[in-house]
């Protein structure tokens, strides 16, 4: 079934990116209307804001800010984060981790949307049975490393990568499913996490990031999913490709099973 063979299909792929190119962005400063509110004075009223890109990767940008932010000790004006860097506006330290907490404890929204259920079971793994048994996962690992390149390589133009991106989502979910949520992004992007490298997709339709904020998030991701899937191991597969590994069949590291 080609279910991006049709004119109507293609608007509702281009609805459903678009309806997913809007990222989460939290502001920061001393002034109450901000979404994440820090009570010193050398903080100013608008500081910073932080832009969800994946569930572990945000852009942190200064907001003009009199005493300046900072990541990990060196000042920036924009920089790509990790939930466990260190974040400093004026004298005041965070990691990113900790400043999304804060948001948290605000009064709780609806965790989840009302995803179908078949769309769930089937994009979370089963468990495996013999522990060492990671083939299930690393046939996951196969669609990461095919589209490294063709997001790397559509991520410059905007157009192409809705395309690109409307075909890896059809991959993986009906869109007719996902537009009933009403584009509810981040319980997907969780949701879609699991499949390849399709997590990344709202952040490179979308417009607030730069095409070399793009590529640093591809890379990123890549790096951090294309590894051995024991999670005791974790050894980086690199620029190995799929196939060669899959007739490898085990880790030499670990032992791990990859294929049968
Ligand atoms: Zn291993």
Known sequence: MSLQSTAAN???????ID?????????????????IVIAN????GQHARLIQCT????IFEDLD?????????IRITRKVVDKQDTLRLADSEFTVSQLIALLDSEPAK????????????????????????????????????????????DCRNREKMIRTGSVIVSSIVSVSAVLST????????????????SVLIPTL??????????????????RERYRCPNPTCRDPFGTREWELLAQQKTCRRCQAIWVH
């Open 55 to 58: 569930p572990d990767s945000f």
């Open 19 to 35: 309806e997913l190119s809007h990222l989460h962005m939290y502001t920061i400063g001393r002034a109450l209307t901000n979404a």
């Open 182 to 197: 009403g584009g509810a992004a981040l319980p997907l992007l969780h949701i879609m996490s699991g499949a390849g490298l």
């Open 65 to 73: 800010s009199k005493n300046g932010s900072f990541v990990n000790g």
């Open 41 to 44: 004075g050398k903080v100013s």
């Open 110 to 153: 609806p965790a989840t949307s009302g995803l179908p259920a078949e769309v769930v079971s089937n994009t979370f793994s089963k468990p495996e049975q013999n522990p060492l048994d990671f083939t299930r996962s690393f046939a996951d690992l196969k669609q990461v490393y095919e589209q490294y390149p063709k997001l790397r390589r």
């Open 10 to 16: 293609n608007g509702q792929y281009e609805q459903l």
């Open 205 to 222: 339709c979308s417009t607030l990031l730069s095409t070399d904020e793009k590529l640093e998030l591809i890379d990123k991701e890549y």
